[in-house]
């Protein structure tokens, strides 16, 4: 078990007040920080350090997946896939089409979260090409198969579609795997954050060391 208190013990996630006692000569330590305490939304692991020094620390420990989304409709999903993508120490997401997004649902995670910018889906598929990446396109379109029972690629980018158009044709030409999420409701599809926290925890639960999670 880690030492210290674990998640349910974070308590409200107002943060910590000015540092009390010697102060600490670690220069992860932001000084500004522990003089004025530390709100931010960060786990207690990382309070008081710089923001360079927890990205450094999180890039340390990054998984090899990947995990892209399509903005060419409403980009009101990115922000969510992004939060998840840095709970989970994804490597980078990748926004394609469309520049701007709205990042108020990522909750400023932004800030510690790698993010790489395609114009299209098909520098995308270059791109995982030249790093080794399988592409895993998200839909449920005909020819997927089921995700809950799928052996997920270690070095991987996974897509998810636009809200509304799902999944390009370009991404579901160029993938080399194609998963749905079983649904057993009226819906037709569910949300794209919501479907990317899904199987951003599939692949999880199939790759990571869990002795190293918070
Ligand atoms: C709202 S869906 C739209 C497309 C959907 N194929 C449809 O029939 O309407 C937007 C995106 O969320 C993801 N998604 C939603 N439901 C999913 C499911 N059951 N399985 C896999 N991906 C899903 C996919 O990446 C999809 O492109």
Known sequence: MPEGPGPTEWGSGNGVGPWTGPLPRDPRYDPDLLADGDTRNVVDAYRYWTREAIIADIDSRRHPLH????????????????????????????????RRWN?????????????????????????ARGRGLAVVAV?????SVRLETAELPRDAVMVFGSEGPGISDDARAGADLLVSIAQFGSTRSINASVAAGIAMHAWIRQHADLGRAW
């Open 103 to 127: 990042r108020r649902g990522a909750m400023v995670t932004d800030r510690y979260q790698r993010l790489c910018h395609h114009d299209t889906t098909a520098e995308l598929l270059e791109f």
């Open 67 to 98: 995990v892209a989304i399509e903005n060419f409709g409403s980009d009101a999903n990115i922000g969510g896939v992004v939060r998840t993508a840095n709970a989970f120490a994804v490597d980078t997401v990748h926004i394609v089409g469309k």
């Open 139 to 143: 839909d449920n379109v005909p020819g």
